[in-house]
């Protein structure tokens, strides 16, 4: 079955076994399991803003952003009582750019290094060209397959721009991201976030990448955040 055709079709908990929960952010709850029929494992997300999401990852149709498989109506392994909606996905088998850096314990050899930012580049550019910002890249929104190519991920912040990407143009909307990875001027609460929100985080997903570290340790985030405040007033 084509992959297009996979897209718009619901799948349910008759067609997935060997469920697994593999963890939960701000988005929603993610299950791995093996879809019958295909033959491959997949992630099951069980987001909140379940048609932004799909439709933003059905735009950004690229070898480096992590493609959508189809749509999942059903009810997850120790879900509750109701229907749940949620993203089937490619299942990621080694994680994030997060969980390899603590597996390391250090930074990755340089070809990984540099396989890894050039993926990157390669996937924020096509979602640019989609007039897409994505305001959340970091470590673990960065997942890796099998054969350790990187792929961006989580959409859950994403925006759609039809002018802010050809120029520094204001975009509406409300800024999201981690704050380690945000620009300084993101904190001003005028700010509305154009491409260069995510060429900044790229910047910072760089550093974390070659010290195989998490940027500002944590003892630090007051500071940070009185820092960048001091340099939007």
């Not at 540099?114 to 924020?124: I, N």
């Amino acid at each position: 079955m084509a992959l297009q055709s996979r897209r718009s079709e619901p799948v349910g908990n008759e067609s997935l076994e060997d469920w697994k929960f593999i963890g939960a952010g701000g988005f929603g709850k993610v299950y791995k399991a093996r879809h019958k029929d295909w033959g491959f494992d997949v992630a099951i997300n069980a987001v909140m803003s379940l048609c932004q999401e799909a439709n933003h990852m059905d735009e950004a149709a690229c070898p480096y952003v992590l493609r959508r498989c189809g749509i999942y109506e059903g009810y997850p392994p120790k879900g509750g009582p109701s229907m749940q909606r949620g993203i089937v996905m490619e299942f990621m088998g080694r994680g994030s750019i997060q969980t390899l850096q603590k597996d390391l314990s250090g930074p990755p050899p340089w070809p990984l290094a540099f396989r890894f930012a050039h993926h990157v580049a390669l996937g924020m550019n096509f979602l640019h060209q989609k007039k897409i910002l994505h305001q959340d890249l970091k470590p673990c929104n960065v997942l890796l397959n099998d054969d350790l190519n990187a792929k961006v991920a989580d959409f859950g912040l994403s925006m759609v721009s039809t002018s802010a990407l050809t120029s520094n143009t204001e975009m509406t909307g409300v800024v999201g991201g981690s704050y380690k990875y945000m620009p300084p001027e993101s904190f001003d609460i005028s700010y509305k976030p154009v491409r260069a929100f995510d060429v900044y985080s790229y910047g910072v997903l760089l550093w974390s990448i070659l010290n195989g570290e998490e940027p500002y340790p944590e003892k630090l985030k007051s500071v940070c955040f009185s820092h960048n405040a001091s340099l939007c007033s």
